[in-house]
Nanobody, 126 residues
Framework: QVQLVESGGGLVQAGGSLRLSCAAS????????MGWFRQAPGKDREFVVA????????YYADSVKGRFTISRDNAKNTVYLQMNSLKPEDTAVYYC???????????????????WGQGTQVTVSS
């Protein structure tokens, strides 16, 4: 059983930056494809980005490409999401996700996720 705990959310003005962290415990972190999803009020949970087990390859949703960067530190059992040039439409609860099987591309489907964090709120004001 893997536990995922996100941190780093908050309120930021449009154009600003935030860095989210997700600390994992209870499993072999390097065995999991890791990713981030988000869910805005009244909308479905949507894929944001994922990263391979080694950290060597990533896959981004078009809506965040060029603005967000995912990275991981397997020694610290932590995955990060650096968010720059934030827009009001980025406002959502951001969830950390772990998948034992598949690739960053297959992780874009929420059904492929084995474990979820509790979420952290990101609010971008205009």
């Amino acid at each position: 059983q893997v536990q995922l705990v996100e941190s780093g959310g908050g309120l930021v003005q449009a154009g600003g930056s935030l860095r989210l962290s997700c600390a994992a415990s209870g499993g072999t972190f390097s065995s999991y494809v890791m990713g981030w999803f988000r869910q805005a009020p009244g909308k479905d949970r949507e894929f944001v980005v994922a990263i391979t087990r080694s950290g060597g390859r990533t896959y981004y949703a078009d809506s965040v490409k060029g603005r967000f960067t995912i990275s991981r530190d397997n020694a610290k059992n932590t995955v990060y999401l650096q968010m720059n040039s934030l827009k009001p439409e980025d406002t959502a609860v951001y969830y950390c996700a772990a998948a034992l099987r598949g690739t960053p591309e297959t992780m874009s489907a929420p059904a492929s996720v084995d474990y979820w964090g509790q979420g952290t709120q990101v609010t971008v004001s205009s």
